[in-house]
């Protein structure tokens, strides 16, 4: 089987070339770009010919969870490692629910980052233990992938802001958008994601990293 292409994301600069050394190194991997935020890596993705990222959930602009769910809709067949500061819990919850093929946390050993890598490579997923791909499991992350809620850029603007608690009026000014738009957006987010106040729309902000609590 011949070497997997890898693009590495994240801000660090120190994270992204400890990664690299360490995939090349032991031979685990080709990486064959880097970038330092979701939207550089979304557009690397398209041209670089990857077969997997490896990028962390906490982004500026948009989250890893985010840049999941775009990369697996909008590049066939990508498989994506996140890498995030919680070392389990609803963080693997939500990574599956995205399309990750794997969670791993940030303070995780060599040992743990090079299983993943090699398990997912092989069309695996890696979620703190490796698991081999079966017929029942590829048909169920289908399923969860269709499920799962698709939130626009400007709608995960819209409660960004709502979550900063910022006005209608305010929202508006920011995006550059009418108040009737930024209502418009806010009824149909309340709609999809079945939230009925503000502090849910909050606690939904903070869950998917729109915001830093």
Same mark, same amino acid.
């Given at each position: ?29 080709? /990486?064959?770009?880097? *970038? ?6 979304? +557009?690397? !993705?398209?041209? &670089? %010919?990857? @077969? ?64 993943? /890598?090699?398990?997912? *490579? ?6 703190? +233990?490796? !698991?081999?791909? &079966? %017929?029942? @499991? ?76």
């Amino acid at each position: 089987m011949s070497m997997a292409r890898v693009l590495i994301i994240d801000a660090d600069h120190l994270a992204v070339t400890g990664l690299r050394d360490l995939l090349e190194a032991r031979n685990a991997a080709k /990486v064959c770009a880097e *970038a330092a935020d979701a939207e550089e890596g979304l +557009a690397l !993705l398209k041209r &670089s %010919k990857a @077969d997997m990222a490896i990028c962390s959930v906490n982004l500026a602009g948009m989250t890893g969870l985010e840049f999941t769910r775009r990369a697996v809709a909008e590049v066939p067949g990508i498989k994506i490692l996140l890498r995030g500061i919680h070392s389990a819990g609803h963080m693997v919850d939500e990574s599956r629910s995205a399309g990750a093929a794997g969670y791993i946390s940030k303070s995780a050993g060599i040992g743990t980052i090079l299983k993943a /890598v090699s398990t997912i *490579a092989r069309g695996g997923t890696f979620f703190g +233990a490796p !698991l081999l791909p &079966s %017929k029942h @499991d590829e048909n169920a992350r289908t399923s969860r992938r269709s499920r799962a809620v698709q939130v626009t850029p400007r709608e995960r603007d819209v409660v960004r802001l709502i979550a900063e608690g910022k006005t209608s009026k305010e929202i508006g000014t920011i995006l550059g958008i009418s108040v009737k738009t930024v209502e418009t957006h806010r009824s149909n987010l309340m709609r999809k994601l079945r939230l009925h106040s503000v502090s849910e729309t909050v606690r939904y902000a903070i869950r998917h990293h729109y915001v830093v609590p």
